[in-house]
């Protein structure tokens, strides 16, 4: 290997911090996880509001709402192989917690004078409510609504995940399931509108406590706002995801009947990573509201319920970077070719879907790009044999080398053993 | 090949492949700029642009902005208003624009998606910096775009025929708030037919629902009738057998149908199939445009009614010229519905309050704007009111085969009532 | 008195007439998803195949062969048939053959062929709805007594349901085919020591589910409306109903189908569309919850 044309790097001429870290980085996946946390921080932080003016910036943070659910979803399907097609459930419930109360602030007496009943919202007046329905009562405390924002959601995905999963409903049926809760929320809100304010939504929404959320100023704030809680959610999916429980919920991904037989409770710790997923969603929803202004039920339906799901298989299923970069990628790609080119669109998202699904299981996230690269090198060089010698090693070493995880997929038919 | 450059290798890349990932969506979006038709360069040019002040009113243009869904579920509906207004602005243009200058025209994708539709409009009202707008055609992408008018001090001209309850400084109406659609209609059926009982039907949301909330009070307190049903659907549901049994039992003298979307089709479909027809049932709607009776087929609704303000065989010459026009635009088999006709008007409307205003200025433009009238409209006659609805007539339209309804009735000039007493 | 029976004789219909659209939709579903373990999300647009072909046929007898426009639709429902059958094969060749160890995936890549499909339909038809012109036969109503109407196309789709069940039964459980396939359900690794060629069992199981979408594509045209989103509207309810009534088991199917269509049409008498349809769907859910397997659910050894 000495006797080569071109010269081999020599790592001697690194320095030797640097090259002791690396080699840490290398054996180390939480070393390496916390190099990409920093990037990611970075991009966020930093480069996106630097290289973006407000209405951009705006729309990124409207994108990384959805990385929420996107983490959520790694945390629940990825890592625990539960798939749910209803996050928007949560998303919505989430969201409009927040535009309860942020309505509630927008209709106080003075501004809702023309009303036949001042003080209640616009929507509500409209559909002869003359008092305010009870269910509203707490959200007139910001307090409440914090706490309702978690909760709400959380408590019917704990109902939810027991019920099924205590039965060992999985896989499929499960996503079948929640696809039709979706259905059902959507129909309730629009069919309630004298209480939801129907498929209008909650609109015009304008102070968080006197604060003004419309002005470019807020819209900064929100934005690192939303970023902060992102990170901090990235942040505990991670140390679950390096607990012994992260790698018991792989487990049961990959093997349900071993953990089971194994003595652990599989049913309390899906519920567990179907409440986090729902959770997540819901404080992405809460800060969509904040940052886009209203709320309304084309976001609790099916469609974008399964969109969330494409965002986080696209990045990577498993990989919670890959599950963010993911959403903002899809996102991104929507506004611009449903813009430049509409007629488009749905083919490349289609096409670009079946084809991750087919080629890249693990998305984005999953693509070696060291091994794609040093094939294509390799191909090259074997036009001349005495090149082909001195070519980097062949891709057989080192890095996890995706597989096609037959695991979460399989189980989905077996799911119930009756 | 010694062991730590192998490492270094490995390295490089796994934190390559997240910077690239990182890059890719950078560069998607860097080059993203404004987007529509006129994207123009980077945003640091219009960010100087923004700086000399009024940057869509030069010597020779001035810029407007459409915002419909071009994409999406509504892009059905929506096509219809987008090639009306076009077609005005062409018909301005080539008559020399306003106040001596051209209108260019930046059209944004609402992709029938509300969210959407809130970001395109302050992308036209901020960054492009619009005189004014025209779109949006459902009440949810309106209610969605108004709080970023309201706070930019813009205008938009909303086409589409709605429910009312509203009325914004910044916002001009051009289709027919409820009272306007639903009271004469009533008036008609109810002496014509010698109407006493409904039965009111309609897709579950807030149009139809206040619809028939009004429908309701008028039966009630005007004509001396009675309501013996009112039912809501899915929107997009497609059995109604129950819902015809209910209608058969009740033996309503009229039916009100307010229902939308596909549901349309399948209402239509399976009220001939079980029977109910024209010859033994009357109907009247206010939901069926010549764009839906397309997909309905002619022969499934033949001889109900309908209560629209404009319908395409209207017999005047305006209509005439308007629909010779269109089709020599957009092709002979094109069919031309009420919103569309109201989305014409729109850009109409707007030239004639900025001649009166000789502004741009949006403040200027809606003072000037109420007591404008349009003699010109395909509809007839119409003409602003303060409360930025329109003064128009209803009609009664009954279906034929071909697909198009022949006017029977034509109310007098209705003002408009968007917060109607008594009927809330 | 007579007129409330009459109402009842007619309420009864609906929910036969209910029964037989839900029918219709879930059996290609259920062959798809109970046979294979694939989850088709482009079921709807297979519908949606049959829906076109239906219109593009009533338009080609319309202009050009007069002598058709009586009969076309049933021309319609076997072309239909075989045109939605054939783009199911390559499908399956193309896309689902190779995620049949990862079922929730075919459910994502099947997805992704909706909007695809979707896309192509409004490409070729515009975003607008059509109206194919149904034969007067088909769009009268039959009349037992004066106050009774049964509407023909209600009792079209009911034929066609029982017609189609009755030829998958046959095929299931009276053919060689039906023995393989039934053989593949079971245990597919024995069945495939056994000689049987079980890449062959999926692709005309896959093939013969979309077949029987399309078919009920054109069914649909007498009831309901045909754009290029049409069929995905019916998707939820046609999952539900294969799942209710327990995957692998035709028997479930048809009590489910019965059983929903049923509730729904007696709610909906009784409450407006929207509540019912919550309601229906709520109980559905809570009955699954309390019985997963579903109604008739077949024990399979694995």
Redesign the interface.
Known sequence: ?TASVTP????AA?PPML?RF??Q??VDRRA?QN??FV??AL?LLV?FPL???I??LN??G?YLTYGFVALGLVMCWGQAGI?SLGQGVFFGLGGYCMAMFLKLEASDVKSTS?Q?TPGIP??M????LTSLPTFWIPFKSLFCTLVAIPLVPGLLALVLGL??FK???G???F???T???A??LS??I??Q?GYTG????I????TLEGWDI?TDTAKYVLYFVNVGLLLGAAAVAFSIDRSKLGRILVAIRDREERVLFTGYDVASMKTFAFVLASVYAAIGGAMFTLQ???M?P?FVG?VPS?EM??AA?VGGRTSL??AI?GT??VN??K??F???F??L???V??????GV??VL?NG??G?D??KA?LTMIVRFSRRGTSRRRNA??APV???PVPE?P?G???K???A??? | MSPASTQKTFTTHSVARGLILAGTFLLLACSKSGGGDTASAAPADKATAASMGSPTVTATEVTVGQLHSATGTMAISETGSIEAERLAIDQINDAGGVLGRKIKIIQEDGASDWPTFAEKAKLLLEQDKVVCVFGCWTSASRKAVLPVFEKDNGLLYYPTFYEGLEQSKNVFYTGQEATQQILAGLDWIAKTKNAKTFYLIGSDYIWPRTSNKIARKHIENVLHGTVVGEEYYPLGHTQFGSLINKIKAQKPDVVYAIVVGGSNVSFYKQLKAAGVTAENQTLLTISVTEDELLGIGGENMVGFYAAMKYFQSLDNDNNKKFVAAFKAKYGDKSVIGDVTQAAYLGPWLWKAAVEKANSFDVDKVVDASPGIELTTAPEGYVKIHPNHHLWSRLRIGQAQLDGQYKVLYESDLIEPNPFPKGYQ | MHVSLAIWAMQAFTGLSNFSVLLLLALGLAIIFGQMGVINMAHGEFLTVGAYTTYVLSQVSERWAPWLEKTYFLVAVVVAFFLAGGLGLLVEHVLVRRLYRRPLDTLLATWGLSLVMQQAFRSTFGAREVSATLPDWLMGSLKPTPSIDIPINGLVVLGLAIALTGGVAFILLRTRFGVDVRATVQNRAMASAAGINTGRVDRLTFGLGCGLAGIAGAAFTTIGSTGPTSGSSYIVDAFLVVVFGGAQSLIGTIGSAFSIAQLQATTEFFMTGSMAKVLTLSTVILILMMRPQGLFALKVRR
């Open positions: 290997m081999a790097p020599k790592p690194r090259a690396t080699t980085l290398t390496r190099v990409y990037i990611l991009v480069v290289f973006f003016d209405f951009r729309l990124v409207k798939l023309i036949s616009d929507f007046d409209w559909n002869q019920a099924m039965r060992r409903v896989g499929v049926y996503a079948i399931i696809q039709a809760v259905a059902i129909i309730l629009i069919g509108q129907g498929v209008n939504g609109t015009d929404l304008k419309r886009v202004g209203f309304s084309s099916i399964i799901v494409i298989a970077f890959g970069y903002l990628l991104f790609a506004t611009y449903s813009e430049s509409p007629e669109w749905l083919f998202i289609g096409s670009l879907f079946m699904v087919l299981p984005l996230a693509v790009l060291r690269v980097p090693p070493v080192v890095g096609a037959d979460h997929g399989s989905g038919a077996e119930l053993h009756s």
